[in-house]
């Protein structure tokens, strides 16, 4: 009879290992790239790069851990542990999952589709600051309580692709 | 404010994280993380590159709508509009902690200290926007180059112009002649006919100069200023990416 032990200490580890990885793509750069909290120049740049390098990390992570499981499954008899290893599978790919969310959106939602109102029907208090620009022939101006919020805005102002920030 | 055009693409940026207090942006076209301050590439495929600058101004809106009554206005979003800041929340900023201080008591800049950045002529300068406005109006030099900063009728409002008049040999002076007494910088029907009326003299032209840097006599007639970028920050972000920033500090 074979001997399931090595199998299911691979794929135990191999499970494990993806779990560890996952976290670590994740919670790295959220830990780094934190309101309040001084960003060094290295640390951005690993926290930058494990965002960049994420799709394709999650991707084998998830592969991994379902490989994993696949073999710790067939050689643990156990069933509490069993259910335990599918549970650090499911956590594998919520980490994956977790990942796609852009946070700073959900604190700061996005005007993906600015509109715009001729000046004299605007309700802007007079001594409220705006940010204007003028760009062939067009005028326009962001109000910058409204801004301040959403923090960039796509536009094309005299056809000129423009981002607005604040 | 910055053309969102690198490499032959037009980009489309999201907010995508925080560089000590001043954030990034990613573009959906290439993935790569630019700095708001900066303009500039940081991660990603296009790291390296810069967007180009796009000219703005920071005015109230009662100066902007005078000065630009066809222009058109970014509506909010109704659903996130109680999120939106308050009416003092420049004042609330002020308590808001940095990462960085770079504090200087003897200019009086603390890091939460606003600043009109002015990078031009191969140097960067900061002036103290309270300063400023207490002025009115402030003749300096950004490198060798005269720079003046001026106070719009609004008494908020600041733009910079080269301080040099075109066809005209010599350095100017400016003087400011608008009767601040007179000013009522939130009524509307005031600030229209203030927009474009003269908030300064000369001496080598002789001319009066509005708000626009544009001259409405003397020699210069006709001719408009050179106009200087000013960004508008706080102490902290601006000397954090201008290590080499002077300061401006009133002449007494």
């Given amino acids: ?166 | 404010m910055w053309k969102r055009e690198s490499g032959g693409l037009v980009l489309t940026f999201h907010l995508a994280g925080i560089n000590n207090q001043n954030f990034l942006m990613r573009d959906d076209q290439t993935g790569s993380y630019w700095q708001q301050i900066t303009g500039a590439a940081v991660a990603g495929p296009l790291k390296g590159k810069r967007l180009t600058w796009i000219s703005s101004d920071e005015l109230s809106f009662g100066l902007w709508e005078a000065e630009e009554p066809n222009g058109t206005v970014l509506k909010d979003v109704t659903k996130y509009t109680s999120d939106y800041e308050k009416k003092d929340w420049e004042a609330q900023m002020m308590k808001e902690p940095t990462v960085l201080s770079f504090a200087n008591p003897a200019l009086g800049l603390k890091p939460r200290s606003l600043v009109l950045g002015v990078k031009a002529f191969g140097a960067s300068r900061a002036f103290s926007y309270d300063e400023v406005v207490k002025e009115k109006l402030v003749l300096d030099h950004v490198g060798s180059e005269p720079v003046l900063l001026v106070v719009g009728p609004d008494g908020q409002s600041v733009r910079a112009f080269r301080g040099r008049i075109r066809g005209l040999e010599g350095e100017p002076s400016f003087y400011r002649t608008l009767d601040e007494k007179q000013s009522r910088p939130t009524d509307l029907a005031w600030l229209r006919q203030a927009a474009s009326a003269a908030l300064l003299m000369d001496d080598l032209s002789g001319g009066a100069w509005n708000f626009e840097g544009c001259a409405l006599s003397g020699k210069a007639k006709g001719i408009c200023l050179e106009r200087v970028d000013v960004i508008k920050d706080y102490w902290f972000d601006w000397r954090n990416y201008n290590p080499g920033t002077t300061v401006y500090a009133h002449k007494t």
């Fill in chain 1, 1 to 166: 009879m074979e001997d399931s032990g090595p199998r299911k200490a691979i794929g135990f580890w191999i499970l494990v290992a993806s779990l560890v990885t996952s976290f670590a793509w994740f919670a790295y750069p959220l830990y780094v790239i934190r309101p309040f909290r001084h960003q060094g120049a290295r640390e951005l740049a690993a926290a930058l790069s494990a965002i960049q390098t994420r799709p394709v990390v999650d991707v084998i992570c998830v592969v991994l851990a379902l490989a994993g499981l696949a073999s710790y499954w067939r050689a643990q008899p156990r069933r509490p542990r069993r259910i335990l290893a599918a549970f650090g599978t499911l956590t594998v790919g919520a980490f994956a999952a977790l990942s796609q969310v852009n946070v700073y959106e959900l604190m700061f939602h996005p005007d993906t589709h600015p509109l715009f109102a001729a000046a004299r029907q605007t309700k802007v208090d007079p001594d409220d600051k705006v940010l204007a620009v003028k760009l062939g022939g067009s005028v326009r101006a962001y109000p910058i309580r409204t801004i301040a919020y959403h923090h960039i805005i796509n536009d094309v102002v005299g056809q000129v692709p423009i981002v607005a920030t604040y």
